[in-house]
């Protein structure tokens, strides 16, 4: 099983940046799909982007396409979500998880961390 801590959430105004990180521990990480998911207040969780177990494939969904960028560094056992131009729509808790099913379903992820709070001020 793996375990996994998210990091570097905050408050930040509309069209700033944030870089979330994603520690892994416990079983193999480098052989996981990984991806991250968000849940608004109110709100189902929903896909965010994924990331081959390699780092050679990305996907991500539609409203953050070209804004937020996945990546991971197997030698550090961690995953990363840049960012950018964000919006207050983006406003949501944060959640990292190794992918087990179908990418980009919220059922295709499993061992879930403790998220991380992103709020984006108008």
């Known amino acids: 099983q793996v375990q996994l801590v998210e990091s570097g959430g905050g408050l930040v105004q509309a069209g700033g940046s944030l870089r979330l990180s994603c520690a892994a521990s416990?079983?193999?990480?480098?052989?996981?799909?990984m991806g991250w998911l968000r849940q608004a207040p109110g709100k189902e969780r929903e896909f965010v982007a994924d990331i081959s177990w390699n780092g050679f494939n990305t996907y991500y969904a539609d409203s953050v396409k070209g804004r937020f960028t996945i990546s991971r560094d197997n030698t550090k056992n961690t995953v990363y979500l840049q960012m950018n131009s964000l919006k207050p729509e983006d406003t949501a808790v944060y959640y990292c998880a190794g992918r087990t099913g179908v990418r980009g379903t919220l059922g295709g992820y499993a061992y879930w961390g403790q998220g991380t709070q992103v709020t984006v001020s108008s």
């Open positions: 416990g079983r193999t990480f480098s052989g996981y799909a």
